[in-house]
Nanobody
Framework: QVQLVESGGGLVQPGGSLRLSCAAS????????MGWYRQPPGKQRELVAT???????NYADAVKGRFTISRDNGKNTVYLQMDSLKPEDTAVYYC????????WGQGTQVTVSS
């Protein structure tokens, strides 16, 4: 059964931090690169960070130096630590394999506003 369950979003002031979590089914997670994606209001979904099965990472320029992606292979879980948040980070955040499978979870809303 395919499963992607994101959590940890919320409302935060500019400069604040949030930590997102994603529980994935083994069929998606195991041995695959995993990514965090986001969809800002009125825009297309975009990839923001990737963690490969061995732990190496890659980031979009817009979040480099502020976001940190990690994975716990024993728990089939991916995390996204988001620091120094900006209003332009406001979006629904999703996790998926990179490249993504057709199925998407419900996402978690992140709103950065004063």
């Amino acid at each position: 059964q395919v499963q992607l369950v994101e959590s940890g979003g919320g409302l935060v002031q500019p400069g604040g931090s949030l930590r997102l979590s994603c529980a994935a089914s083994g069929s998606i997670f195991m041995f695959n690169a995993m990514g965090w994606y986001r969809q800002p209001p009125g825009k297309q979904r975009e990839l923001v960070a990737t963690v490969f099965s061995g732990g190496s990472t890659n980031y979009a320029d817009a979040v480099k130096g502020r976001f940190t992606i990690s994975r716990d292979n024993g728990k089939n879980t991916v995390y996204l630590q988001m620091d120094s948040l900006k209003p332009e980070d406001t979006a629904v955040y999703y996790c998926n394999r990179n490249p993504p499978v057709r199925y998407w979870g419900q996402g978690t809303q992140v709103t950065v506003s004063s």
